[in-house]
């Protein structure tokens, strides 16, 4: 079974709208952590932004924001104010387990355009 | 600071060949990952290690594979012989015990095998 789940292959959006980027995950470890990955074309693996398990508020990190809906298993990336050099591939991931084995699993991407 | 290193960027190898990647973690951390991405499979761990020792190396493909960990700023992996589907680009990935499970990439590895 997937763990991490992103439906959305491909998205595109206008430049200075906001954009939600969809993540679902599964696990039934009461302790864990979602983080959203930017990878743009030139490859490199950026960390954007982080939400624990036990997290009251939504992480906010700029312009990046995390919908974290515990019940719903959803932590959906928005970014708002959409800038040209959003264009890349994001992808959702969750650490499980508050040992220190800290292995990400990684979801299948979304490639986000932005338009001019 | 510098962050975590690999070498070489670019391979290019003919199939049977042996290719050894190279991995220096940020000084400090004490977890070391070696990911592999391909278009058809994404991201998927190979193996990680914690305080140089391996913790899950269920992600490696097969014998071919190997990695080492021989001291806390040096890491390896290793395949022999090399196969044109092992072509991917492989990330080494490093992080702390004390940062919640935030990885910090390498640039990666473009591995290419003919």
């Known amino acids: 079974a997937q763990k991490i789940t992103q439906t959305q292959p491909g998205m595109f959006v206008q430049e200075k709208e906001a954009v939600t980027l969809d993540c679902t995950y599964d696990?039934?470890?009461?302790?864990?952590?979602l983080f959203w990955y930017k990878q743009p074309s030139s490859g490199e693996m950026i960390f954007l932004i982080y939400?624990?398990?036990?997290?009251?508020q939504n992480a906010t990190e700029g312009r990046y924001s995390l919908n974290f809906q515990k019940a719903r298993k959803s932590a959906n990336l928005v970014i708002s104010a959409s800038q040209l050099g959003d264009s890349a591939m994001y992808f959702c991931a969750m650490r499980e387990g508050a040992d220190s084995s800290y292995k990400l699993i990684f979801g299948s991407g979304t490639r986000l355009l932005v338009r001019p | 600071d510098a962050g975590v290193i690999q070498s070489p960027r670019h391979e290019v190898t003919e199939m049977g060949q042996e290719v050894t990647l190279r991995c220096k973690p940020i000084s400090g951390h004490n977890s070391l990952f070696w990911y592999r991405q391909t278009m058809m499979r994404g991201l998927e761990l190979l193996i990680y290690f914690n305080n140089n020792v391996p913790i899950d190396d269920s992600g490696m493909p097969e014998d071919r594979f190997s990695a080492k960990m021989p001291n806390a700023s040096f890491s390896t992996l290793k395949i022999q012989p090399s196969e044109p589907r092992d072509s991917a680009v492989y990330f080494c990935?490093?992080?702390?015990?004390?940062?919640?499970?935030?990885?910090?990439f390498g640039e990666g590895s473009r591995l290419t095998v003919l």
């Open positions: 939400q624990g398990s036990y997290d009251q």
């Open positions: 990935a490093s992080s702390a015990d004390y940062l919640p499970g935030e990885l910090f």
């Open positions: 696990t039934s470890d009461p302790s864990y952590g």
